[in-house]
Structures are given as C-alpha cells and as structure tokens.
C-alpha cells in the first residue's frame, strides 16, 4: 500500500523559501493516474489545493502559482514542493497526497513567523 511523508521544516521566517520534501514508499511517483498533490490547511480554515505533478506535468493554484514550484526525484521517489516569499498567511498544516487514490500524509505543521 502506498504510504507518503512529509519533511518537518519547523519554523520558517517571514520571506524565506519553503521547501517540502514528500517521500513516497509502497509505490513509485512515476505511477500513471496517479496525481502527487499537495495541499494546505491554515488554522481554522478549510483545505486548499496548492497544486500537484501528474505525469511530468504541473499544476499550481492560480493564487499561488507565482510563489509555488512543483518537481519530483525519481530517484528518491519523493516530490517536493517550494513556495517562496512566506508570510504568516502561509502558516498551515501541509500535506502530500496521491489524490487519485486518496492517499494522504499525516501533514506536517508550517508556522511562519514575522
């Protein structure tokens, strides 16, 4: 079964990178139908799509696709997800998914401070 887990960055500063490493095991990312996706939840608020990879190919939300960047390592069966310029508004839960197969990780929490 395909389990995914995301890096623990701790705290992030207030206009630095964000970098998110999800490491897939049970199953390779070079998987067809399969679309690795990431996704955020801000405290007291809902799910938001930030975007993901499917076969080569990117997808970012338009509200933070210039900020966002989206690649894979098939080497290390991981994909990642940078999201530069952080604001405390970037505080959130973040999460790796395979969504096609609704496959989650258990997120990792991203608090940005000023």
């Known amino acids: 079964q395909v389990q995914l887990q995301e890096s623990d960055p701790g705290l992030v500063k207030a206009s630095q990178t964000l970098s998110l490493t999800c490491t897939v095991s049970?199953?390779?990312?070079?998987?067809?139908?399969?679309?690795w996706t990431w996704i955020r939840q801000p405290p007291g608020k809902g799910l938001e799509w930030i975007g993901n990879?499917?076969?080569?190919?990117?997808a970012y939300s338009p509200s933070l696709k210039s900020r966002t960047s989206i690649s894979w390592d098939t080497s290390k069966n991981q994909f990642t997800l940078q999201l530069s310029s952080v604001t405390p508004e970037d505080t959130a839960v973040y999460y790796c998914?395979?969504?096609?197969?609704?496959?989650w990780g258990q997120g990792t929490q991203v608090t940005v401070s000023s």
């Open positions: 998914v395979a969504l096609s197969q609704n496959y």
């Open positions: 990879t499917y076969s080569g190919n990117t």
């Open positions: 049970g199953g390779s990312i070079t998987t067809n139908r399969v679309y």
